[in-house]
């Protein structure tokens, strides 16, 4: 079975006629799998917190939640779905840089562990808590160490953190808080890295900076947040994130830092939820324009826009057709030009046919412009075997 596709194409047909198309279908196996390989290669002292915006399917996250992981969440619908879960205090975290009075008071009634953004969470915190709350910092970190990546955002402005720069000012301040006290740090520094080495040199740089302001202002931290980032490979020719590498230099890391006791933090999203969905939709028709094949499919943008956003393709493969040499953009039902899932080398196709896209199970339909014409919001369908 190509491993860029949960499901073969057999299983890809029976969910397809099961369902009905378009459809989004997950792998337990898969998930399960990839989880157990990441937490297996790394240290005891690294815990794994699943960045819920990845996919909030509830399956996937009892899932996770069953193999003992902890939760990354980013607005108070993924915390009221980790909530559900009946989880203990302290296996979940909250981040994002515009929250609210009320999801702070629900972070607080929940014991979660805020990553507080500036001054304004930190201050609402203290107003808002009956004794003492410990907090992660995110720091804006002025070193660019995953140059080029559009969703970080490098060194220049960000509405997310306090700039590198301007930690010093806060902490200052926040010294007059009566609860609220600084005991981690967050820095989120990478995205869909495959690099071993360059994800290690990112989280090198993350510790460098936690030991500044731990010897510049005393700054004792329990945890170190370093982040998502584990990229995922989207064609054959990718070579996969090399995990024992990773993990080996994460102790090495944890080695050369002998200050810091705590527990370092990685927030996957991609990594543990991609490799486990498919897409299944089927052709509508074909259309030549100037020298170009489109392919129409049932769904685009609307169900999987991360093409639009990042420009990053998901893998995609006719069901039952095998392999092929015509070029194809496929394109969705969406009146917009926009509408694009990229382009694919492909057997002749036809209207009916099945087309299965791979690596969806992260950013598909919870991130799709689903109300944009109203078409029909798909199934998504979770299969234990």
């Given at each position: 079975m190509n491993p860029l596709f949960a499901f073969d194409d057999a299983t890809c047909r029976a969910l397809a006629e099961a369902?009905?198309?378009?459809?989004?279908?997950?792998?337990?196996?898969?998930?399960?799998?990839?989880?157990?390989?990441?937490r297996a290669a790394l240290p005891a002292r690294v815990r794994l917190a699943y960045a819920v915006k990845a996919n909030p399917h509830p399956a996937l996250l009892r899932c996770f939640?069953?193999?003992?992981?902890?939760?990354?969440?980013?607005?108070?619908?993924?915390?009221?779905?980790?909530?559900?879960?009946?989880?203990?205090?302290?296996?979940?975290?909250?981040?994002?840089?515009?929250?609210?009075?009320?999801?702070?008071?629900?972070?607080?009634?929940?014991?979660?562990r805020v990553q507080a953004e500036g001054w304004e969470d930190l201050a609402r915190l203290d107003a808002l808590a009956a004794g003492e709350v410990a907090v992660n910092l995110r720091v804006h970190p002025a070193f660019?160490?995953?140059?080029?990546?559009?969703?970080?955002?490098?060194?220049?402005?960000?509405?997310?953190?306090?700039?590198?720069?301007?930690?010093?000012?806060?902490?200052a301040r926040a010294a007059s808080l009566r609860h609220v006290r600084i005991r981690g740090l967050h820095v989120f520094a990478a995205s869909n890295q495959r690099d071993a080495a360059k994800l290690l040199a990112i989280h090198g740089a993350v510790l460098d900076l936690a030991k500044r302001l731990h010897e510049a202002h005393g700054l004792a931290f329990e945890q170190i947040d370093l982040g998502g980032g584990l990229g995922i490979a989207y064609a054959p020719?990718?070579?996969?994130?090399?995990?024992?590498?990773?993990?080996?230099?994460?102790?090495?890391?944890?080695?050369?830092?002998?200050w810091f006791a705590g527990e370092l933090i990685l927030e996957p999203g991609r990594f543990l939820a991609g490799p486990c969905g498919v897409y299944l939709a089927r052709v509508v028709r074909i259309k030549e324009s100037r020298g170009v094949r489109f392919a129409i499919l049932e769904g685009g943008i609307n169900h999987l826009i991360?093409?639009?956003?990042?420009?990053?393709?998901?893998?995609?493969?006719?069901?039952?057709?095998?392999?092929?040499?015509?070029?194809?953009?496929?394109?969705?039902?969406?009146?917009?030009?926009?509408?694009?899932?990229?382009?694919?080398?492909?057997?002749?196709?036809?209207?009916?046919?099945?087309?299965?896209l791979g690596r969806t199970g992260a950013y598909g339909l919870n991130e799709g412009m689903t109300h944009f014409l109203s078409h029909p919001v798909p199934a998504e369908v979770w299969v234990e075997a």
């Open positions: 369902h009905g198309t378009p459809c989004f279908a997950y792998s337990a196996s898969v998930a399960r799998a990839g989880f157990q390989a990441l939640a069953g193999l003992g992981a902890s939760f990354d969440c980013a607005s108070i619908g993924e915390l009221a779905r980790v909530e559900a879960l009946g989880l203990p205090p302290g296996r979940t975290f909250f981040a994002g840089p515009g929250k609210r009075e009320a999801e702070l008071a629900k972070a607080l009634e929940m014991g979660v660019d160490l995953d140059e080029g990546n559009r969703i970080i955002g490098g060194t220049g402005p960000s509405a997310f953190g306090v700039d590198e720069e301007d930690v010093p000012a806060l902490l020719d990718e070579a996969p994130l090399d995990l024992a590498r990773f993990g080996h230099g994460l102790s090495d890391l944890l080695a050369s830092h002998p991360r093409p639009l956003l990042t420009g990053q393709a998901f893998p995609v493969t006719a069901v039952g057709k095998g392999g092929g040499d015509l070029p194809y953009t496929l394109a969705g039902p969406l009146c917009t030009s926009l509408d694009r899932l990229g382009d694919a080398v492909l057997p002749e196709l036809a209207p009916g046919d099945l087309l299965a």
